[in-house]
């Protein structure tokens, strides 16, 4: 295998036939069965968010749960990196609660700040950085997601587990 690409509902895996057996490989692939849950190596990823962002409300009502009832709700599940993408350090969080499911926005904003915290369909997700985006804002942290000065420059890999916290 060269390389994977794991999304939402699919796995790009980049063979090299000339020395793999590439039928061997599909069949494995089809016979494996997703082990869900975190890494057992790390401890839930901690980030502190400031809950004022522009679609809060709209969540709120969206949901039914009110501004306080979606801030009680991102925060009280711990959540699971799935996958990465989009933007380097951009991670797709599963895991949370079902309620908070609500639809991209029906116009994407031409510019998202970076740390922005944000809801589509069953995702949450911080932005690395700047960038145009159509979820749902609910908030805002100072973590960064992506510094490439770190080691690795991902704060969130796939199969971490992360916990958003209130910030005071």
Same mark, same amino acid.
């Not at 901690?46 to 968010?49: A, D, K, L, S």
């Given at each position: 295998? =060269?390389?994977s690409?794991?999304?939402a @509902?699919t796995l790009l %895996? @980049?063979?090299?036939?000339g020395?793999?057996?590439v039928?061997? =490989? !599909?069949r494995c692939?089809?016979?494996t069965e997703?082990?869900?849950?975190a890494r057992?190596d !790390?401890?839930?990823v901690? &980030?502190?968010?400031h809950?004022d962002g522009?679609d #809060?409300?709209e =969540?709120g009502r *969206?949901t039914? *749960?009110?501004e306080?009832?979606v &801030?009680d709700a991102?925060?009280?599940?711990?959540?699971t990196?799935? +996958?990465?993408? +989009?933007?380097?350090? +951009?991670?797709? *969080?599963?895991?949370?609660d $079902?309620? %908070?499911r609500?639809?991209?926005r029906s116009?994407?904003?031409? @510019?998202?700040?970076?740390g922005?915290v !944000?809801l589509?369909?069953? +995702?949450?997700?911080?932005?690395?950085? $700047?960038?145009?985006?159509g979820?749902? *804002?609910i908030g805002h942290t100072?973590i960064r997601p992506w510094?490439?000065? @770190?080691?690795?420059? !991902? #704060?969130?890999l796939?199969?971490a587990?992360?916990r958003?916290?209130?910030a005071?």
């Open positions: 295998m =060269v390389d690409v794991p999304a @509902r %895996l @980049r063979i090299d036939a020395v793999t057996d039928g061997r =490989v !599909a692939v089809r016979r997703p082990r869900p849950g057992p !790390a401890g839930p901690e &980030i502190p968010v809950y522009e #809060l409300s =969540v *969206l039914g *749960l009110g306080r009832g &801030i991102h925060t009280g599940r711990e959540w990196v799935a +996958f990465c993408g +989009f933007a380097p350090g +951009f991670g797709y *969080l599963v895991g949370g $079902e309620r %908070l609500v639809p991209r116009t994407p904003r031409t @510019r998202v700040p970076a922005a !944000a589509a369909g069953e +995702f949450a997700s911080v932005y690395p950085r $700047e960038s145009p985006g979820w749902q *804002l100072s510094d490439i000065d @770190r080691d690795p420059p !991902a #704060l969130m796939p199969g587990r992360v958003f916290v209130e005071s």
